[in-house]
């Protein structure tokens, strides 16, 4: 069974510019979560969707970060304009849905290091 | 106020030897649940081990297990036998209900463990 996928594993783009992470889920799981490491930080919640909603979104920094998941399949998270304070390690991660919410296990891709110059 | 607590940002640890590290927490909420996730050098968040605040015992998984003082708030992974393949970052984290009803995963900073050989 594949993982969780990220694509790309680096990226590196100059203040300004946009950039589009994605994110493949394990296939059946309706939860998808994006987390973030800025250096020397905590791995800080982004949102979560519930197949194609949006669960929770109290984590987005601000509005230059869009995150979508059409179909409820892959999700994408959109940098623009690019900051400096965008720089760090993007997780995606995903889990089933049942019933006991609390101990849900969330499977975490790779990441995508994220280097805005 | 920072919500999960590690303490140690560097660990060393004999081959073989055991090695505990140490997680505090702090909620409010009766229910929550504990992980600890590492990170080797390839990336990726490997789940580990998982503890509710409502289990009566320990949780164990294999040669992982973890030290549940509720009363004192702290999550300590111990690792026995420790391999070189078990140098790596690791994460605590504490799952706290978001909005709706939502869960997501509160991370601590990390420690990061070096197996002497």
């Known amino acids: 069974e594949a993982g969780v996928t990220q694509f790309p594993s680096h990226s590196v783009i100059e203040k300004g510019q946009t950039v589009t992470l994605r994110c493949d889920p394990i296939s059946g799981h309706d939860n998808l979560y994006w987390y973030r490491r800025v250096m020397g930080k905590e791995i800080k919640f982004l949102l979560h969707?519930?197949?194609?909603?949006?669960?929770?979104e109290s984590g987005m920094p601000n509005n230059r970060f869009l995150a979508e998941r059409t179909g409820g399949t892959y999700s994408t998270l959109k940098v623009q304009p690019a900051e400096l304070e965008d720089s760090g390690v993007y997780f995606c991660?995903?889990?089933?849905?049942?019933?006991?919410?609390?101990?849900?296990?969330?499977?975490f891709g790779s990441g995508t290091q994220l280097s805005v110059l | 106020a920072q919500k999960i607590t590690q303490t140690q940002p560097g660990m060393f640890v004999q081959e073989k030897e055991a090695v505990t590290l140490d997680c505090t927490y702090d909620?409010?909420?009766?229910?929550?649940?504990l992980f600890w996730y590492k990170q080797p050098s390839s990336g990726e968040m490997i789940f580990l081990i998982y503890?509710?605040?409502?289990?009566?015992q320990n949780a164990t998984e294999g040669r992982y297990s973890l030290n549940f003082q509720k009363a004192r708030k702290s999550a300590n992974l111990v690792i026995s036998a420790s391999q070189l393949g078990d140098s790596a970052m690791y994460f605590c984290a504490m799952r706290e209900r978001g909005m709706d009803s939502s869960y997501k995963l509160i991370f601590g900073s990390g420690t990061r463990l070096l197996v002497r050989p």
């Open positions: 969707f519930v197949k194609e909603s949006k669960q929770d």
């Open positions: 503890q509710g605040s409502y289990d009566q």
């Open positions: 909620t409010s909420d009766p229910s929550y649940g």
């Open positions: 991660a995903s889990s089933h849905r049942g019933s006991g919410a609390a101990n849900e296990k969330l499977f």
